[in-house]
Nanobody, 115 residues
């Protein structure tokens, strides 16, 4: 069973940056599609960014040009670099892995953008 542990959340001012990390264990990391989702209070969970086993990436329109997803297969870790953060980026951010029919979620990390 896959396990995911997120870190890197916190409080940041508008225009600031954060880098989230998600450490994967329990299977072969390199074959999984890795994604970041977020859920704001009172809203549905939404996909923010995903990265395939190669270098192909996808982003939500709301974060294109500001967020960058990357992975380090040697460290079994996926990252989300978030720049020019806005108050509307405030949410709990979750890491997800998808491999065939197997999918798991991390516990989430809170990101708060406020002055």
């Amino acid at each position: 069973q896959e396990q995911l542990v997120e870190s890197g959340g916190g409080l940041v001012q508008p225009g600031g940056s954060l880098r989230l990390s998600c450490e994967f264990s329990g299977s072969i990391f390199s074959i999984y599609i890795m994604s970041w989702y977020r859920q704001a209070p009172g809203k549905q969970r939404e996909m923010v960014a995903s990265i395939g086993s190669g270098t192909n990436t996808n982003y939500a329109d709301s974060v294109k040009g500001r967020f960058t997803i990357s992975r380090d297969n040697a460290k079994n870790t996926v990252y989300l670099q978030m720049n020019n953060l806005k108050p509307e980026d405030t949410a709990v951010y979750y890491c997800n892995c998808l491999g065939g029919t197997s999918s798991s979620w991390g516990q989430g990390t809170q990101v708060t953008v406020s002055s």
